[in-house]
């Protein structure tokens, strides 16, 4: 098998019965979950720290400015946002979006790329919040 090949014995009984020889999957055949998670990894970690920066940072920003925001429009908030707020905020808007237009396989995307941020800041302790 090529560098390119990946392959798995149960793919043989679940994807091509049990009467049908092993059969080589390439990359291009993968399971598009699979090539959905490349994209966003390929989001998170590279195309988007070269536009916006690192997400921490991005994101503490973005948390500063929508408690100005929210304190101005709706009154104190009981605890200014966080950089792990902003990207489960930005996880659930793409949510929405998703629920109420077509499915787009960029919305997928960046939801996934949202939450694996959210995920980093959170599970590095990076994040204000405790807990998350």
């Not at 408690?67 to 930005?90: E, F, H, I, N």
């Not at 077509?102 to 939801?111: G, N, Q, T």
């Amino acid at each position: 098998m090529s560098k390119d090949t990946i392959y798995h014995p149960e793919w043989d009984k679940k994807l091509l019965g049990q009467a049908e020889p092993a059969k080589e999957f390439r990359k291009a055949d993968r399971p598009m979950r699979a090539s959905v998670l490349d994209e966003a990894k390929s989001c998170v970690c590279t195309d988007r720290n070269s536009q916006y920066g690192e997400p921490e940072d991005n994101f503490k920003v973005i948390a500063e400015l929508w408690t100005q925001y929210l304190t101005r429009s709706c009154g104190a908030l009981m605890k200014p946002l966080t950089d792990y707020d902003v990207g489960m905020l930005m996880t659930l808007f793409k949510i929405g979006r998703m629920e109420t237009g077509v499915h787009k396989r960029d919305s997928f995307v960046d939801a996934i790329g949202y939450l694996a941020c959210a995920a980093e800041i959170a599970l590095r302790g990076k994040g204000d919040r405790e807990n998350a």
